[in-house]
């Protein structure tokens, strides 16, 4: 159980293009999903938190504008980075927890490259 | 000082051997405490989660939490070369926001 998949699990794109990741709990009900970023041998940092049929809430210093999420369904959550440049290109990672759950649990992860 | 801090490592263990993975917290209002595996250029894996003082332990696995000194422990048992990887320490202050601060990870090497 508690499964979250991610698609892509790794793309190229252009420079200016923009490139829409899904997150998806194939399992159970998530109530709310985060995205993160990682760079090489950094850690997790969260990006925004998304509650199913709410607007995200973004962490400090993350253009909402340049990262819009998108939260449609208990099972369906979406990444779209707009106008991707080259310093967009990282590790990308979902997580789903359900409503009064401690724990949540990731996606695979999905690699950008932006050329 | 960082909200979740640990060791960056690298620790290294022999095979066999106990492996103690330590964090630290800043917010006396944390709630909940997990830990989390990273393997090379993966996604990171749910180990275990604690929210009592004390201990849990999960096969290999054993989670120490004190509240009262803001720390939260990782053993792993018999460490085998397949537990090398990066272990994230991750807080919760509201455990049904759900929202997790994470530590940047201790490397942990295996050796044969």
Known sequence: GAVVSQHPSWVICKSGTSVKIECRSL?????TMFW???FPKQSLMLMATSNEGSKATYEQGVEKDKFLINHASLTLSTLTVTSAHPEDSS????????AGAYE???G???????? | ??????NSGPLSVPEGAIASLNCTYSDRGSQSFFWYRQYSGKSPELIMFIYSNGDKEDGRFTAQLNKASQYVSLLIRDSQPSDSATYLCAVNTNTNAGKSTFGDGTTLTVKP
């Open chain 1, 27 to 31: 399992d159970f009900q998530a109530t």
């Open chain 1, 36 to 38: 993160y970023r990682q």
């Open chain 1, 91 to 98: 590790f990308y990672i979902c997580s789903a927890k359900v």
């Open chain 1, 104 to 106: 949540q649990y990731f």
């Open chain 1, 108 to 115: 695979p992860g999905t690699r950008l490259t932006v050329t």
């Open chain 2, 1 to 6: 000082q960082k909200e979740v801090e640990q």
